[in-house]
């Protein structure tokens, strides 16, 4: 048995095909175009392509974007004043601050200074604490876009055994919480595995779905999995290959080639879950201006 692989190209071009006709008649009918203010401290070189490929994502579907790029020494009482102000624009419906920050500035003190309407991130607590009683909010982009992936591929999660390896605050624990709500997309019974989870295979070889978000290479290997399954790769890590022209090659926390002939479906890396972070970061930005639009 071969897994299906799970095409996050594919499904990213579609969903911001629709996000496309989005905006352009919420232009033509509201006179609204949604607007993304992006906000980049210092001079972090995967940051600054991420902010980069945002941008650029933006365009191609209409989307307004205002660029801050600011020095690794911008304070950060000068960060949250160019927050509040971005709060107070109408012209902008969604703020994103690229994180990591530089080590002087307190990441939550920023994350809470953001207007939780404008949260398109879904970090602050107020959205993270309406996700988890399950009222309308913006959903964290990367599990969003796993949600998205399971449903596009017909996966069924109700009634299913979820195990998410990881319980980071930006891809772990939440996408173990949308697993587990009452919603299209949940009702699954969710385990949530980390560094301190003893005999990791017991639960993993369980797992009618398993996310994988260790941040570590071959954290699961084919032995681990239940025949069947659907594998879902977070991870991107640099592995040094000779081969290669940067003289490295990006490899998910998934052994993909062992567990691919085990596995029913399967992401790869890259290709699978990394496209979807920026594309429902664009959904949400969408979603706000539409509600602005509705007010």
């Known amino acids: 048995m071969t897994a299906t692989i799970i095409d996050g190209k594919l499904a990213a071009k579609n969903l911001r095909a629709q996000l496309t006709e989005s905006v352009a008649k919420l232009k033509a009918d509201k006179g609204v175009v949604p607007g993304l203010a992006v906000v980049l401290v210092g001079e972090d070189p995967a940051s600054k392509s991420y902010v980069t490929a945002k941008e650029k994502a933006c365009a191609e579907i209409g989307i307004y974007s205002d660029d801050n790029r600011l020095p690794e020494d911008t304070s950060e009482e000068e960060l949250i004043g160019l927050i509040h102000k971005l709060n107070q624009d109408s012209q902008i419906h969604g703020i994103l601050v690229q994180l990591p920050l530089p080590r002087h500035i307190d990441e939550n003190k ?57 319980r980071s605050n930006i891809v772990g624990k939440p996408v173990a919480a949308l697993l587990a709500r009452k919603a299209e997309g949940g009702n699954a019974t969710v385990t949530l595995c980390h560094t301190a989870t003893k005999n990791l295979a017991d639960f993993t070889r369980q797992a009618d779905i398993l996310v994988v978000a260790s941040g570590r290479p071959n954290t699961v290997t084919a032995d681990m999995v239940k025949p069947g399954a659907a594998v879902i790769d977070v991870g991107v890590n640099r592995v040094e290959d000779s081969s290669y022209e940067k003289g490295y090659r990006l490899v998910g926390d998934v052994d993909f080639e062992a567990v691919k002939d085990v596995a029913g479906w399967i992401t790869p890396v890259p290709g699978g879950v990394g496209p979807m972070t920026i594309t429902m970061l664009l959904y949400n930005t969408v979603q706000s201006a539409t509600m602005k639009a509705q007010c």
């Open 110 to 166: 920023v994350i809470m200074a953001i207007d939780p309407d404008k949260d398109v991130d879904g970090f602050h607590p107020v959205n993270v604490g309406r996700m988890n009683i399950g009222q309308p909010c913006f959903l964290p982009c990367t599990p969003h876009g796993i949600i998205h992936l399971l449903m596009i591929n017909n996966i069924e999660t109700k009634g299913k055994h979820a195990v998410v390896i990881g």
